[in-house]
């Protein structure tokens, strides 16, 4: 794990990745019907080692070296079955696995950082706002039109297509609530920035 210091810091969204949607392709390798699979603008050469989910991989725009790795399945509710990779670093589960020229690896081994460990804010307020619409974007997306436009109430978004409705209810609360709480400082902050003119 990366800790140095002095460099600067990596982030998730900087870093190309393999993450669950990659599984299914990844089991359907076992078969022997494919050997590599499409990984944004490159693809990525995989082949099965043994009888148990292990492959090699290789990035074909990075390196020539080949990556060991291995999937690890979970029991779900209802007999299902969840699919994880494991940290060829330090073998534990990951629902990711991160690409550099010389390894694979989970993000903590990486030693990558999410973007919002490094945001700061001017203002309670503003934290408020961004914490708003991040709950927004989980819900309908970042397309969804006016999605961002915090005067519209959640509750005028319609229940997103193949989202449970227990989810979304559950969902739509918890923004309910914190849509109450940032109206609430929304009309402290502007009673407060209109009595200073």
């Known amino acids: 794990m990366n800790t140095d210091s002095s460099q600067k810091p990596r982030f998730v969204h900087e870093v190309s990745r393999l993450n669950g949607s990659n599984i299914p392709e990844l089991l359907a390798m076992a078969a022997g019907d494919k050997k590599?699979?499409?990984?944004?603008?490159?693809?990525v050469q995989v082949v099965r080692l043994d009888a148990a989910?292990?492959?090699?991989?290789r990035p074909l725009s990075l390196s020539g070296n080949w990556h060991r790795m291995r999937l690890e399945s979970t029991?779900?509710?209802?007999?299902?079955?969840?699919w994880w990779y494991v940290c060829p670093e330090c073998d534990k589960r990951s629902a990711a696995m991160y690409w550099s020229p010389d390894?694979?690896?989970?993000r903590k081994c990486m030693g990558l950082r999410y973007q919002s460990q490094y945001e700061t804010f001017s203002s309670e307020f503003e934290r408020l706002c961004h914490r708003v619409r991040k709950e927004r974007i989980a819900i309908w997306g970042p397309d969804e039109p006016d999605v961002e436009f915090l005067m519209r109430r959640p509750s005028s978004f319609k229940r997103p297509k193949g989202m449970r409705k227990k989810t979304f209810r559950r969902k739509l609360e918890r923004l309910q609530a914190l849509d109450a709480l940032w109206s609430g400082v929304a009309l402290r902050y502007l009673n407060s920035w209109t009595d200073g003119e």
């Open 36 to 43: 590599f699979f499409w990984f944004g603008l490159n693809y």
């Open 53 to 57: 989910p292990h492959f090699a991989a």
């Open 75 to 82: 029991a779900t509710a209802f007999n299902g079955q969840r």
């Open 103 to 106: 390894k694979l690896a989970c």
